[in-house]
């Protein structure tokens, strides 16, 4: 079992900043390859970008690549995603998740950050 907690959403700016930070809890977090979803208002929750347990090999979705960054650090069991050059089509709830399947790494879930960005 893995518990997320996500921290560091808010309202910026469109070409701004933000990082945001998802703190695990439960011995096995370096085993699971953890990812962020987002879901805007009235549309579906959507993969955003991933990081595996092993290598560190990322995967991002096209909307975002060359703005947003994923990494983990296991010794302090988080995950992070750097969101650079914001736009306004990036607001959303951005979820946490944790998984065996890099692919679709959706096992466990945490409560989600607002992220906000005005134009």
């Known amino acids: 079992q893995v518990q997320l907690v996500e921290s560091g959403g808010g309202l910026v700016q469109a070409g701004g900043s933000l990082r945001l930070s998802c703190a695990a809890s439960?011995?096995?977090?370096?085993?699971?390859?953890m990812a962020w979803f987002r879901q805007a208002p009235g549309k579906e929750r959507e993969f955003v970008a991933a990081?595996?347990?092993?290598?560190?090999?990322?995967r991002y979705t096209d909307a975002v690549k060359g703005r947003f960054t994923i990494s983990r650090d296991n010794a302090k069991k988080t995950v992070y995603l750097q969101m650079n050059t914001l736009k306004p089509e990036d607001t959303a709830v951005y979820y946490c998740?944790?998984?065996?399947?890099?692919?679709?790494?959706?096992?466990?879930w945490g409560q989600g950050t607002q992220v906000t960005v005005s134009s």
């Open positions: 998740a944790a998984g065996s399947r890099f692919s679709k790494p959706d096992d466990f």
């Open positions: 990081v595996g347990w092993i290598s560190g090999t990322t």
């Open positions: 439960g011995r096995a977090f370096s085993t699971y390859h």
